[in-house]
Each structure stands twice: as C-alpha cells, then as structure tokens.
C-alpha cells in the first residue's frame, strides 16, 4: 500500500523553524493526532508497512509527508493508531470492554500490513458475534470517523427506540385592543423525530425532512429531523406497521407573555411520545 503522490517533500533537515528531536524519537501527526515514539518501535516489525518506512536501510523509501510542524504525518484514523503503536510495542493490545470499532481496527492493521494483529481482530470479532448477534460497530463511532458501510439487517431491522415530538404553538388574543394578528394566532404544528437514522428512514421514508440534519450516515443519531405531515395519527399508524409500540409519553404546557403590557400570551404545547421495537 503506498501513501498519495503528493506526498513527497524535503529531507527533516530542511524543515526550517522546527527542532528536530533526537535521532531516535520521531513525532508523527496520524490523522491530526500528534505522538511521539521510537524508532526502535516503529521499526520493530521489519515487513510492514511503518516498518519498511521509516527503516534505516539504504535505499528506504522514507519520503513521507511533513505538517507544517514538520512531523511526519500520516493520513489515517488518528484516534484508532493509539492501538497500532500499543501493538508495535508489546506485540498484543488490549481494548476497552465493548469496544465498539474493532472493524475499524482491523481495517487500519491490514493498511499498516500487521497480518497478526488482523488475525488476532478477526477472531476477536467472530468471538464476539457469537456472544451477541446484534452487536454493531456502528453504536457508537470514533471522534471524526464516518463509516456509512452497514448491514441491512443490524440496522433495518433491529431493535431501537424512535421519539415522536409534537410542537404547536398558539396565542389567546386579550379583546379588541389585542395587538396580534388573527391569521397568526394558530402556528403550524410539527412533528420531530428523534433516534437512529437508519431505523427512522426505514420507518418514514419520504416523509421524512432532512433538511436539518442532511447527509449523515445510518448509523448515527439526530433530534432535528420531522415529517412532511401534521397527523400524528399516520406518524403513530406508520411505526405500529414497523413493529413498533409505544412505550412512554409525557406533555408540557406552557405561557410567555408577548409584551410588558399587553395581556396576550402565546401558549406552547409539547408532547413527548417514546417508541421501541425489540
């Protein structure tokens, strides 16, 4: 696997403004995270892909990229590498309990060219489909990573929760003298839709607006989408044919006054309705 084209710069000596630390500490920059180690450790499996790099052999193809820093830098997941270099120099890792990007993982030792330590995710992950089927990598996702790859089943059909809100405002003219407009005393009511994305387009298709949250992956989760509708009854009619039921709901009312002195109010409702399908 080689690094872009455009890779290419001057030697560390002509870096200009930054010191270069000893010979045998290297600064690296993965992905906008800086770390420092040695070279011993980079270079502690010959074949792969840092090791090759960064080895002291004549004829080495240690032409990486620098930052303006002039660390090396290295276009990878910045968060994911603090696993790679804890391999390279113990020769094992060790994850944190339900870690939820092991895929990942595996897919930045196979970059690096760790065949051990693909080996070692992989069994890890067969382990760990076995103990639960509907783990996903997608629960919860690096710092910056966007992974849109997904199964259709684990995220289609799982189980989840959706929130529906309902927001109307209206306001209560004081007499006469009222200073508000009739035509806008009744404001268009709207329905929001919280949850993972995936399951909340499987549910509303179409009808679901986007326009707030556009363009994010399936397996994330938004509080600003809502429908293109106004009935809750449909909204309610659509997840009961997903197989959802309703679990909880809670409503609040409530009154702002429109100014100092004038007696109108403008009265908010919101209801809160809670959805799960196992």
């Not at 391999?87 to 944190?96: F, G, H, I, S």
């Not at 009935?231 to 309703?246: K, N, P, Q, V």
Request: positive net charge.
């Amino acid at each position: 696997m080689a690094l872009s084209e455009n890779c290419k710069t001057q030697p560390a000596k002509e870096t200009g403004s930054v010191q270069n630390p000893p010979s045998d500490v290297i600064e690296l920059n993965v992905g906008g995270q800086v770390y420092y180690t040695r070279l011993h450790t980079l270079t502690s499996i010959p074949n792969s892909f840092l090791g090759r790099l960064f080895s002291t052999k004549k004829g080495s193809s240690n032409d990486l990229a620098r930052d303006l820093r002039g660390r090396y830098f290295i276009d990878r997941d910045g968060f994911l590498f603090r696993y790679v270099l804890d391999y390279l120099r113990d020769k094992q890792v060790v994850l944190p309990d339900h870690f939820p990007e092991k895929g990942r993982l595996k897919r930045e030792a196979e970059y690096f060219e760790l065949p051990k330590l693909v080996k070692l995710l992989a069994s890890e992950e067969s382990k760990q489909y076995q103990e639960d089927p509907f783990h996903s990598d997608f629960d919860d996702a690096s710092p910056g990573s966007d992974q849109r790859i997904y199964s259709s089943y684990s995220l289609d059909r799982r189980y989840g929760y959706i929130t529906v809100g309902f927001k109307g405002t209206c306001a209560a003219p004081g007499g006469k003298d009222s200073q508000i407009d009739p035509k806008s005393q009744k404001a268009v009511p709207r329905i929001f839709i919280s949850g993972r994305i995936g399951l909340a387009k499987e549910v509303f298709g179409n009808t679901l607006n986007e326009s707030r949250d556009a363009d994010r992956p399936a397996d994330r989760y938004t509080s600003r989408f809502f429908l293109r509708f106004r009935h809750l009854e449909r909204a309610f009619d659509m997840l009961s044919e997903s197989g959802f039921h309703i679990v909880a709901c809670n409503s609040s009312l409530t009154a702002s006054s429109i100014s100092h002195y004038a007696p109108e109010k403008v009265w908010s409702n919101s209801t809160q309705y809670v959805f799960y399908r196992k």
